[in-house]
Structure formats: C-alpha cells, structure tokens
DNA sequence: ACTATCATACTAACATGCTAGTTGACAACA
DNA sequence: TGTTGTCAACTAGCATGTTAGTATGATAGT
C-alpha cells in the first residue's frame, strides 16, 4: 500500500570486502546499504536481485535475512516479501534508552576502575578530536566521536558490550546518518567529551554519569525534529510485527 | 579432547507447544532444552537427532541454530559440528552487568513515572509473593520473582526492553537454573523486592536504584560459589570464539 | 463508473542433494 | 611404546527444487 518501490542492488558493497562465512558476509553487506541509507525505509528487499549482485545463491541471503529481521532493520512478512523497516520513534527513542544505560554503566565502572594507561589513551582521543575539529575534518571527527564511546566501553573489560550497545541502538545509528553536522554542534560534542573525560580522569562517577547522559541528551530533540522534515521516512500507522525470542 | 557426548534429542519440547513459523518454534524447543540444562553444556547438538525427534527437514533447524549462535547458546565450528557452550564466568559477570545496568535504568524510569494503577499492580504482585512463601510454593514464587521484573519492565513502556534483558543475561538465566533456592534466600528476596516496591512508590529514583542494585549484587557470588562446587561446567580454558555483529 | 471475483505471478518457507573441510581412529613406522 | 601419516566418516555450508500463501491486476457483473 506505500512505497513498493525496490532496492538497487547495485549498491551492496561487494562481499569480498568483508570476512567469515558467505552468510555471514552477505549479511554485513546487506546491513551496511540499509544502514547508510543506501536502501531507503520502505523498499522492497528482493532476493533474487541480491543473489544476481552478490553472485550467491538463495540459502546465505535467506540466512542474512533471518538476522536483520531479528535486529529490526527489516519487516518479513511471511509468504509475501521483506521490506526494509520504516524509522519509528518509539524504536528509536527505545534504542535511545538502552543505549543510555549501557553507556552510564560503562562511565560508572571506568571511572571507578580507570588505570593511568587508559587516563593517556582516553586523553589521546579528546586531543585528537580537537586537531581534527581546526582542520575541519568532519568525517574524521565523526568517527574519532565513535571511538571515544568505544574506548569507553573497551575499558570495561566486558567483550561483547560494544556489539550489544550497536545492536540496541541500530535504528538511532541510521536515524544519525540524516542529521548534518554542523560545526557548532561539533564544538559543543567535543566540550561534551571533555567534560564526560574530565569526571571519569576524578573518579567521580557521578559527574561522570551526570556528563554522558547529557551528552546523549541532545540527540533525541535532533532527531524528533528530523521527523518533521520528513516525516515520509516514519511509519505514522504502526503495522510492525516483532517476534519475541 | 573435551566431552564428546551427544545431546538426548528425546528431551526436546515438542514444537506444537509454540507457535509461529517452524523455525521459530525449532528456536524456541532446543533453546528451552538449553536453559533448562536437559542438553548440557559441551554436548553434541547433533542435527539429525532434531530433525527426526521434532519431525522436520534439517532447514529449520539449521535456521534455529544460526540464532541460538548469535546469542552465545552454541558454538558452531565451521565443517566440525555444534555443541552447547560452557558456562564462562566472564560471559556471565558481562550478562550480569548488562542486566544490572537495564533494570537500574528501568527502575529509575519507573520510580519517575509510576502511576495508581501501576503501583496497584506491583503491590498486588508483592503481596502475592508473601503468599506464595507461607504456602512454601517456590516454583510460583520463582514465578513471582519473573514477573516482578517483568512489571517493571512493561511500566517504561518500552516494548522491546523485556527481549533485550532476557537475551543479554541468558547465561545467567541458564546459570541461575543450578542454585537451590533455600528459605533463607526467598525470605530475602521479598524483603528485597519489598524496598525495591517502596522507593518506586515514593517516587525516590535513587533509592529505588540503590535497592535494585544490592538486590542483583546478590546474584553473582552465589554462582561463583556455583563454579567452585562443579567447575567441569565452566570453561577453564576459554577457546571460545563469538563473531562481531 | 464501480465493485466483487478469480486467475496469475510473485514471495518466503521448507525439503533435499551436493561440496568441501574437520576430526578421530587406525595403521605404518621409528 | 610413542609418533606420524593416511583415510573414512561425519559435519556445516551452500545450491536448488518444491510448496503453499499472498497480492495484484484483469474481468465479469451491477
């Protein structure tokens, strides 16, 4: 009844880029074009196009699918076809939530337990990000942004944390690739980190609690208005299906 | 080298107790069988014993076991063969701060927002758990326990929270299934719950999160006691690998 | 013109055959 | 007896054929 425009296979990046098992690598494909946007929300996710691109046969991209819809990036709808999902709010502002209490848990432990060596990598980061914040280098931030909350969660000695946090928060993570930055927005960030590096450096937990919440404060308001722009990306009527596990 | 001992597919759930596509049943029957240690942690998931027990092809099943890998439930080695993994205290202490770090923002959320009818029904629950102990009916109070959280949950409103909290923590699940409940600790649990109630009902977000977080610290050195007493159960020696998303 | 009915062309879900890689046992040998 | 090489049996991963359910568009009826 909406868009049942399809995908453009064209843009999966090519598997051999990736590593593991056909599956596996057919699945990281297909999650990197949704996840840039690259298959706009609504489209129709033809399997027979992918296998043609990709040069494998049904049984990895079937495998693939089976994850993606477990992670809520597409809507299967049995006997019928898979759709890559519509932003929701209440998804997103869910994923919003999870994502706040990993990383508030995360501040709290290495605040408490930051060693001297991990103080110096920490600081290494905020200092990098101001270096590429003079020369301008907006994707370079935005990835040296990515690694800060990563180091972050490193220093917890948890293994699978990063990858919980990422998976949680999906949906706020392709939400983000439509917000511009611009380069206020990308001062404020930094004095944001700053002041998250400065509590943890005190070992005070609280404030640093106090600074990442926040810091993961001004996403939401961004992205609410991002739903008034272009609300076309949004599924107003709430049809979703989820399975529980 | 370790213990090569097939799995008793006779121990499966019969998959007409779920519901959903055959796959999704498969999933749910052998995960059950996990957390409820009828397959036993390094045991051969062979598939051929799944098929014939649950009567279906080897599709589904292989469906199924693609998502019992990505929760940590099995380890698949390529060309080899699956079995069930080894309880991992490190896996388990991150299930459980994981888990310590969604309920405490859960509790806050809801000590926030509580309203009349929320409250009338966590009491109800509370006081459902004082009769369940004078009858001496642990499995319902277990079950209490359960839904306690669970209410919890459900008052944030967020849908998906229940789902993420009880993958992130299966470990812990599946390790909490081999400690005895004795009286001693129930009566504490209430006494616990009952705190957790009170400062929810008072609308105090810190003393709610207080309550909640020595109501989990609980948990782990029970299990570390767990693996003192049956450490075959454990990896000693973790060659586990787990893939990144 | 507008609606109800039905046939057709799609799809996911499932079954099954094939391939390649790992493992473990056994034999040949030191 | 201890070590190494070979082979057979088993596995997951992959390809592909089959089935059944859904949606769409043509057609017939009003």
Chains 1, 2 share one sequence.
């Not at 043609?52 to 049995?78: F, K, N, Y």
């Not at 709290?108 to 905020?126: C, F, G, P």
């Not at 944390?161 to 983000?176: E, K």
Request: charged share 25%.
């Amino acid at each position: 009844m909406n868009h049942p425009y399809d995908i453009d296979a064209t843009r999966l990046p090519d598997i051999s880029t990736f590593e593991g098992s056909l599956a596996q690598r057919v699945y990281q494909s297909i999650k990197q074009a949704i996840l840039a946007l690259d298959f706009p929300p609504g489209a129709n996710l033809r399997k027979a196009p992918i296998c043609a691109q990709l040069g494998v046969s049904r049984a990895p991209v079937a495998d693939a699918i089976t994850r993606l819809a477990a992670e809520g990036l597409v809507d299967v709808v049995p006997q019928s076809g898979t759709r890559v999902s519509y932003f929701s709010m209440d998804e997103i502002r869910e994923g919003a939530f999870l994502r706040e209490a990993l990383e508030l848990a995360t501040v709290a432990k290495v605040a408490r337990d930051l060693t001297e060596d991990q103080r110096k990598k920490l600081s290494r980061n905020v200092r990098l990000q101001e270096l590429l914040i003079e020369d301008e280098d907006i994707a370079g931030f935005y990835h040296a942004d990515e690694e800060f909350h990563a180091l972050l969660m490193a220093f917890t000695g948890m293994l699978r944390l990063p990858d919980v946090a990422q998976t949680v928060s999906l949906q706020v993570s392709r939400a983000r690739m439509l917000l511009l930055p611009t380069p206020g927005r990308i001062a404020e960030t930094l004095a944001e980190h700053r002041a998250i590096f400065d509590a943890i450096s005190a070992h005070d937990e609280r404030a640093a609690q106090d600074a990442m919440r926040h810091h993961l404060g001004q996403l939401m308001p961004r992205i609410e208005r991002l739903q008034q722009e272009r609300p076309q990306l949004f599924n107003l009527n709430p049809q979703n299906t989820r399975e529980a596990g």
